[in-house]
């Protein structure tokens, strides 16, 4: 069945920088888009980036442009996401997520993680 594993949260100061991972089975990973989306406490779950299987094509969310970057490993069957210059703002819990097409919306992504929290401090 399919399996997403998040890793690589924590708690860090404002600054900082985390790298986030995600590792598949079950699937044909290389195929999929791959998204990252994070809910932080009382809001609702939001996009963060998405990176296409074959070509690479990726997203980010407005407010990471320029801070974070997705990348893929497909022969590790493995997505990243890597957050520089934190802010409290990032703060949420970060979903990694598979969808069959490419895509930006929650609810094209049948495949999701458990999570991991990421907790920036002022």
């Known amino acids: 069945q399919v399996q997403l594993v998040e890793s690589g949260g924590g708690l860090v100061q404002a600054g900082d920088s985390l790298r986030l991972s995600c590792a598949a089975s079950?699937?044909?990973?290389?195929?999929?888009?791959m998204g990252w989306f994070r809910q932080a406490p009382g809001k609702e779950r939001e996009f963060v980036a998405a990176?296409?299987?074959?070509?690479?094509?990726?997203s980010y969310i407005d407010s990471g442009k320029g801070r974070f970057l997705i990348s893929r490993d497909n022969a590790k069957n493995t997505v990243y996401l890597q957050m520089n210059d934190l802010k409290p703002e990032d703060t949420a819990v970060y979903y990694c997520?598979?969808?069959?097409?490419?895509?930006?919306?929650?609810?094209?992504?049948?495949?999701w993680g458990q999570g991991t929290q990421v907790t920036v401090s002022s």
């Open positions: 990176i296409s299987g074959i070509f690479g094509r990726t």
């Open positions: 997520a598979a969808s069959i097409g490419w895509s930006r919306w929650e609810y094209e992504y049948a495949d």
């Open positions: 079950g699937f044909s990973f290389s195929t999929y888009t």
